[in-house]
């Protein structure tokens, strides 16, 4: 018998980790995946998938104090092997061998287990206390061009292409964090930055072929772990954008799957229905629930089976690898309603688990916010269904928000009505100040361009999103009247930011170039971002509203020492509004200073509202 045993650095640099000491393996082990773990996770069982030339056929071993092989399961095709090791509290970080032996031979892999990091900071989550500033990265600035194509993916860069690679990275970024932490942003969530290895519009990052592998052309597993510390010294944390979902046609084991029912539909590939609402429908079959939940979502986005027990395994450790790696502050989960919905509630349970300060919002693009509210950590369901997810994305929200702003003036009524009444359906979500709040997203037009580019519209927008209940999320750009009129195309709306590349005419990091609309649009979110940053009512307090008439509509956050009033005047003529119906939060002649114009006010009788326009008054007390 002959014993083989090789340090795979080139392994190593394949991940994308500088650390040459991260695995180790032999000729037939090509890969094992998660490359590493951490001692004192609370669930002490660890899956390792090992994959290489008839791996299975291997009989695994380990020689660790307080580390245990439970299990090895073998996946349908021969290359691949599943162990699970008990990880127990007695275990040191370090490096022990992995022994795989057969008949001929025996295979030794180095695996590292690391300490976790005991720090609560580490991980601090995202809260009502911030404002996310979303970025699709291929899209915001280049900071190394010497990543813009790669030999070996496709995709090179094209930036006339409005679906092509543009260049944009983590270094970029980067070096604009200052700006970013200027503005009074105290989130970023990033679009997918994980390899997309596919031949056509793999800049968006939703097309995952390697989950344990930055997209090199965006840089490296290393450089976003400094890109994420980097952050938190500036007070900024970091959301990742995760797809349980779905992979990418061109993911490393797609020639070769563990097993038969790792994907659904692998021979078909028939494209879901999209019948979300079949999760919560009494009356749904079963035909037309598994035509939603089992379909791909497009062609080249392979139907992953989370009711695989190896891949939910595989799914639900590969997120925890993720947030401590790099230490994030929360998980943006993509299309949370398509996979498994069991599998969902689990994977959310165990991170939740093991982070029980972590925040995680998930994506249900509905109108309806019964069925939005189902999906939410403590709701009650008709169906007994129990879900362990903290925040959703509040789509019904931002869908009336844009009709009360675009509507035709009504003759009777008011245009606010549906903001009015989708608030107060509010009693459906367990925790509707949780819910992520937005005027736009990478998904849908920008608010400028929804808003017909007016800009006295985009003003009451940014403020309604700013004041109100839940964590409001800006998409990059927003912030300088980024529009795109005359066209839906995604590849349009994921458009640059202006001065992230060299040689730009436009610079909206320096205001070169920029029109006086622009800049003013930038100073005005700045302005309000940062009062934002130090307006505890807005993070904590509770929600007033009072029914709008006409054209004019009026809340208050409020708590026991503080109280701001926001009013809206959509229309085109200024308005008078009584006070007196506001006796429950104000009293007769208290005075309030508007945070906009500076100007002070004291509230008896009556207020003026100018047309179109909005009041955000600090209330003082007596």
Same mark, same amino acid.
């Given at each position: ?14 991940l ?10 032999a000729d ?18 660890l ?20 580390v ?6 073998r ?7 599943f162990v699970?090791l ?13 022994e ?14 690391r300490?976790?990091n005991a ?28 990543n813009?194509?790669i ?10 292409d ?33 390899e ?24 490296s ?5 400094e ?7 500036k007070g ?6 995760m797809i ?20 659904n ?38 139907d ?28 943006r ?5 398509y ?5 969902m ?15 995680i ?11 939005v509210? #189902? ?6 369901? @008709?169906? =007994?269904? &129990? +879900?362990?997810?903290?925040?959703? *994305? $509040?789509? /019904?929200l ?6 009360s ?15 009015y ?19 736009d ?6 608010i ?13 927008a940014t ?12 998409f #990059? ?6 529009? @795109?009129? =005359?066209t &839906? +195309?995604?590849?349009?709306?994921? *458009? $640059?930011f /202006? ?23 930038q ?16 993070h904590r307090?509770?929600l ?15 708590n ?26 104000l ?11 500076g ?14 326009s909005v009041?955000l ?6």
């Amino acid at each position: 018998m002959t014993k083989l045993a090789f340090i795979a650095a080139g392994c190593c640099l394949l991940l994308g980790f500088s650390d040459s000491a991260l695995a180790a393996g032999a000729d037939d082990i090509e890969r094992v995946e998660p490359p590493f773990w951490w001692q004192g996770f609370k669930h002490r069982e660890l899956q390792l998938l090992v994959h290489g030339d008839n791996v299975s056929e291997l009989s695994p071993s380990v020689d660790y104090a307080g580390v245990e092989i439970i299990r090895s399961e073998r996946g349908d095709s021969p290359n691949y092997l599943f162990v699970y090791l008990d990880i127990g509290e007695s275990a040191d970080p370090g490096t022990f061998e992995l022994e795989f032996t057969g008949p001929e031979q025996t295979l030794s892999y180095s695996y590292e287990l690391r300490e976790k990091n005991a720090d609560p900071a580490y991980t601090k989550a995202f809260s009502s206390a911030d404002v996310v500033y979303l970025i699709t990265p291929d899209r915001f600035a280049n900071g190394d061009e010497g990543n813009d194509s790669i030999d070996g993916y496709d995709d090179k860069l094209n930036r006339k292409d409005n679906y092509g690679r543009h260049g944009g990275d983590i270094r970029g970024i980067l070096q604009h964090l200052d700006y970013i932490s200027d503005m009074g942003f105290t989130q970023i969530w990033l679009n997918p930055i994980l390899e997309n290895a596919v031949s056509r519009a793999s800049y968006h990052g939703y097309s995952t072929t390697d989950y344990y592998k930055v997209d090199p052309r965006f840089g490296s597993n290393e450089s976003y772990r400094e890109f994420v510390t980097a952050a938190r010294g500036k007070g900024i944390g970091i959301i990742q954008d995760m797809i349980a979902n779905h992979a990418g046609s061109g993911h490393w084991w797609s020639d070769d799957l563990p097993t038969s029912d790792w994907y659904n539909l692998p021979d078909s590939k028939t494209i879901t229905s999209h019948a979300r609402t079949t999760n919560q429908d009494p009356y749904a079959s079963a035909f037309d629930k598994a035509a939603h939940a089992n379909g791909w979502f497009v062609e080249t986005m392979p139907d992953l089976n989370q009711r695989n027990p190896l891949l939910a395994d595989y799914l639900i450790q590969n997120s925890l690898w993720w947030i401590e790696y790099v230490g994030l502050s929360g998980i943006r989960q993509d299309t949370y309603p398509y996979p498994d919905k069991h599998f969902m509630s689990e994977w959310t349970r165990r991170i939740m688990d093991e982070y029980p300060h972590f925040n995680i919002v998930g994506e249900e693009w509905s109108p309806s916010p019964a069925i939005v509210s #189902y999906w939410q950590r403590g709701k009650k369901n @008709h169906d =007994g269904y &129990e +879900s362990s997810l903290p925040s959703l *994305m $509040d789509f /019904p929200l931002q869908i009336v928000m844009k009709q009360s702003l675009t509507d035709p003036e009504k003759p009777w009524g008011s245009v606010w009505t549906p903001v009015y009444e989708m608030l107060g359906h509010d009693f459906l979500y367990a925790d509707p100040f949780n819910l992520m709040i937005f005027p736009d997203n990478h998904d849908m037009s920008r608010i400028y361009t929804q808003l017909d580019e007016d800009y006295a519209l985009f003003r009451i927008a940014t403020v309604f999103y700013l004041t109100m209940r839940g964590i409001p999320q800006v998409f #990059y750009g927003t912030e300088i009247l980024m529009s @795109h009129p =005359g066209t &839906e +195309s995604h590849g349009a709306l994921r *458009m $640059d930011f /202006p001065g992230g590349w060299e040689g730009d005419r436009r610079n909206a990091f320096t205001g070169t170039g920029m029109s006086e609309k622009e800049l003013d649009a930038q100073r005005f979110m700045r302005k309000l971002l940062n009062w934002r940053k130090n307006a505890d009512v807005i993070h904590r307090g509770k929600l007033m509203q009072y029914s709008p008439i006409g054209n004019v509509y009026a809340y208050f956050r409020y708590n026991d020492d503080e109280s701001v009033m926001v009013v809206f005047n959509r229309g085109k003529k200024a308005r008078k509004l009584d006070l007196d119906r506001f006796h429950e939060r104000l009293d007769p002649g208290q005075p309030a200073v508007d945070v906009l114009s500076g100007k002070s006010y004291v509230l008896s009788g009556s207020l003026e509202v100018g047309p179109r326009s909005v009041l955000l008054l600090e209330v003082k007390k007596k």
